[in-house]
């Protein structure tokens, strides 16, 4: 329901953002689970690697590699095989030029339909889904998907690595102020398996129960607002036309 009809809007690949592990679980990994379900090519990329999250005294290092692992296993219980970290440090991620060509990068690499990022609107209603990180990464990704991904002169190393610039028809982004989103996807049949993905991150939930009811009262308020059936599950995004058939360069 809303802006995107997959009737008329064909997917086949996907390029998922987000800025810690387990932000794509919670926003978005009931949409990623039908996708792949349906046979479209999903990856994730996490631009933290989550070391400032969890309930014990652990160096950095080895909260990394912890939320490394997790959000690989929960990738895969929603059929992502591709997870690429890159690496910056929880709490210090800024929309910067390093972070941006690493974006433009892989979506000149992947040449995807979507692109899903967070939100880069601060959302006062819940600030905990404003964290500075979530905006910097919907900050990040939006400034690079325009105009540098698709503008040959942006970051010319990367062209002449082989990487062409690219149009990308759609973005999508997760975590909106309620004002901004658009379109909602039901995921009510492979709910359990949004679920068991965010089962995976142990290390950020220790109240698993408490966390898989509020996952579950969102998913019912966005399956009400839909006017889907009674009782069906859905996830919300503001879904913007990047290159619609009415676009022309730099308007």
């Known amino acids: 329901m809303g802006i995107f009809d997959p009737a008329v809007q064909r997917v086949q690949r996907v390029l998922c953002f987000g800025a ?4 794509l679980d919670f926003g978005a990994s ?21 070391d400032a999250g969890g309930f014990d005294e652990r160096t950095a290092e080895a909260i990394t590699a912890t939320r490394h692992a997790e959000q690989r296993a929960a990738a895969a219980l929603v059929g992502v095989d591709t997870v690429h970290f890159l690496g910056e440090a929880d709490g210090f991620l800024e929309p910067n030029h390093r972070v941006m060509k690493q974006v433009v990068a892989l979506i000149r690499t992947l040449r995807p339909d979507v692109v899903l990022a967070m939100h880069p609107e601060r959302n006062w209603e819940r600030i905990q ?31 002449e690595a082989g990487l062409e610039a690219y149009k990308l028809p759609w973005l999508w982004l997760y975590g909106a102020p309620q004002a901004r989103e658009n379109h909602r996807v039901e995921i009510t049949e492979v709910f359990e398996l949004k679920l068991a ?4 991150h142990l290390s950020q939930h220790p109240d698993v129960p408490a966390m898989e009811r509020y996952v579950r009262t969102q998913a019912e308020a966005q399956g009400s607002t839909a006017g889907f059936a009674p009782g069906a599950l859905a996830e919300a995004f503001h879904v913007v036309a990047v290159n619609a058939a009415d676009t022309i360069a730099g308007f």
């Open 20 to 23: 810690h592990p387990d932000d």
């Open 30 to 50: 009931g949409t990623v689970a039908a996708w792949t379900a349906a046979g479209v090519q999903v990856e994730y990329c996490i631009m933290t690697d989550g």
């Open 197 to 200: 993905a965010l089962r995976q």
């Open 129 to 159: 889904r404003s964290h500075p990180d979530h905006l910097a990464c919907g900050e990040a990704v939006t400034r690079a998907i325009y105009p540098a991904v698709e503008n040959p002169f942006s970051y010319p190393e990367l062209l």
